[in-house]
């Protein structure tokens, strides 16, 4: 037994080695990928539920690494918050997306693009000043683009966040809750926040139809929504049958792998025949 425990010590130990060396050599070797370009954003469309238009697209970012390898966002994001290099990656994601908005703008696609604001960019750092200099530098109109901020940092933060948010709104972007429904929270925040959509999150529509639960909790956020008139967007909607279900009860937008899963700008381009000028 004595042994088996030695064993299993060395076990935990070894791993706690490898995952801090994981760690570092994610950590310097996000610093380096911000300095040879090797993040990339990738776009995924979200339409409307009736006639299946496309009007937007969220930009979600990846790290392709020198030797070819994808890396995903669940891998890196959290680390880059907690290395403090969540600020210069999102500084990237915003430069980035605001000029491929504009490149779409430009060619008469009316195309909004959404950014995932980390809760840290918000609260630390200037991001009203951030964002200005994005939409100044790319020359996009403001209402072209939209910020997700995650349910989680709503809570947490509401008081202090809350004028900066205020501050966003003023630049005439507009501002989604993301994941709304996973956090804890009273739902009288939602009339003081300055958002005008709410993101359903992935989670309760991955089992619609058919879990009553779920089933409930899509509704509530639809109904929820319409008395405030904020929109919505179902995330995740991965078949016919979901889509269906959405629609029923009167969602009127979506996004998800049923209709695309994330592409390149290219291949957004080619996918959505939005190649040529309108
Ligand atoms: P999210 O904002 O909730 O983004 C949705 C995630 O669901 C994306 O994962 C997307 O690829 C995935 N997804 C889309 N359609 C489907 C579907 O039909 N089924 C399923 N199962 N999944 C689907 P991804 O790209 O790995 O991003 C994960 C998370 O990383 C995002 O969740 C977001 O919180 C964060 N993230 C992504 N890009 C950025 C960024 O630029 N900045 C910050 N701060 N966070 C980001
Ligand atoms: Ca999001
Ligand atoms: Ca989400
Ligand atoms: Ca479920």
């Known amino acids: 037994a004595k042994a088996r425990k030695r064993n299993t010590w060395m076990f935990f130990t070894q791993q706690l080695v490898d995952a801090s060396r994981e760690r570092f050599a ?5 610093r380096r990928a911000l300095d040879r370009n090797e993040l990339v954003l990738h776009y995924q469309p979200q339409a409307r539920v009736e006639g299946n238009s496309v009007f937007g697209a969220e930009a979600l970012v990846r790290w392709t690494t020198q030797e070819g390898e994808v ?18 990656v999102g500084r990237w994601v915003l430069r980035e997306a605001c000029q491929q908005a504009r490149q779409w703008e430009l060619r008469g696609l009316p195309l909004r693009v959404s950014v995932n604001l980390s809760g840290l960019q918000v609260v630390q750092g200037d991001i009203v000043g951030e964002v200005r200099a994005a939409l100044r530098q790319s020359g996009l109109s403001p209402s072209r683009l939209e910020l997700e901020i995650t349910e989680g940092f709503v809570i947490g933060h509401a008081d202090e966040g809350l004028e900066r948010l205020h501050g966003l709104r003023c630049l005439g972007v507009q501002l989604s809750v993301d994941d709304f429904g996973t956090g804890y929270s009273s739902l009288s925040y939602l009339t003081r926040l300055p958002v005008q959509c709410l ?50 009860l009167g969602c009127l937008a979506y996004q998800g792998n049923y209709l695309s899963p994330p592409l390149t700008a290219e291949q957004f381009d080619q996918r959505w025949g939005v190649g040529g000028p309108a």
């Open 71 to 88: 890396i995903g966002p669940g891998r890196f994001i959290a680390l880059a918050e907690e290395a403090g290099l969540i600020h210069a």
């Open 199 to 248: 993101k359903i999150d992935q989670s309760f529509v991955a089992d619609v139809p058919g879990d009553p639960d779920d089933e409930t909790i899509v509704a509530a956020i639809l109904s929820i929504a319409e008395r405030l008139r904020l929109d919505v967007i179902a995330e995740g909607v991965e078949n016919a049958e979901q889509l269906d279900f959405l629609k029923s």
């Open 26 to 30: 994610m950590d310097t070797g996000l």
